[in-house]
């Protein structure tokens, strides 16, 4: 959990001047100092209970293991918002990792489908050159440079037969929201392999709630016996 620190008044002087264009504001100082006041401190256990549904014995005993307890008095209202966050966080972690999905019936999308988008122009958007290779035939809206440079070495490379963006219906439904994968393609090799891939950056954080989803996509398609999933940047760390 982050450091508690006392809580501060900031206060900023400003001019303001009236004219025929409106008000215009002047920042004339600024200053911060610490709040020095007496705090109100709530019922620490129903407030965190109330937040994560924990039990008031289980909270106390993590409150005195960590040893952080007395932080409280340095900033009520922080303490409390962090410590729910960082139990909430682990208690996700856990969810997540007990996660497992079934196959409950077939269930098929239709080439169709995939082709009903509207297109907005802009420096992201790939034109496709080799219409055999996808089921797009003139022109796909991306998110990133990452996903422009992906598409282009799909289509460049001998070794991918078949690929396509995947639309931002289709979803994968997870504990903490809806997941949408970026891609699905054919490699051709030895034997066809099926990818649906990850595109992120190479050294890219990613925030905890998109590792979470990532590790979720994992275990969903682990169910289906031709079909392997990657976090990658480029094709080529698809082998």
């Known amino acids: 959990m982050p450091e508690i620190k006392k809580a501060v008044i900031k206060a900023t002087k400003t001019a303001l001047k009236f004219d025929d264009a409106g008000i215009v504001a002047d920042i004339k100082a600024s ?3 610490a709040f020095d006041g007496v705090f109100g401190i709530p019922d620490v256990l129903f407030y965190i209970q109330e937040r ?11 409150l005195l293991k960590s040893g952080r307890a007395g932080e409280v008095m340095i900033n009520p209202q922080l303490f409390l918002d962090n410590v729910v966050s960082a ?6 972690d856990l969810m997540i990792d007990g996660i497992k999905y079934e196959k409950i019936g077939a269930k098929e999308y239709e080439m169709r489908l995939f082709q009903d988008y509207d297109i907005h122009l802009n420096e992201l958007t790939f034109q496709i050159s080799k219409e055999n290779k996808t089921i797009y ?27 396509f963006k995947l639309p931002f219906w289709f979803e994968i439904q997870t504990p903490i929201g809806a997941y949408n994968p970026d891609w699905a393609l054919i490699k051709k090799n030895e034997k066809t392999v099926y990818f649906v891939a ?6 890219q954080e990613l925030r905890p709630s998109e590792k979470r989803k990532i590790k979720c996509g994992y275990a969903h398609f ?9 976090q990658v940047s480029t094709v080529g760390e698809l082998n």
């Open 137 to 163: 035939s003139n022109l796909v809206p991306l998110d990133s440079g990452v996903e422009y440079n992906f598409a282009r070495e799909c289509e460049s490379r001998d070794d991918i037969e078949f690929y």
């Open 198 to 203: 990850e595109t992120k950056s190479a050294g």
């Open 87 to 92: 139990i909430n966080d682990v208690l996700t």
């Open 222 to 230: 682990n169910e289906f016996e031709d079909v392997e999933y990657r």
């Open 52 to 62: 994560t549904g924990l039990t008031r014995s289980t909270i106390l005993e993590i």
């Open 31 to 33: 200053y911060v100092t």
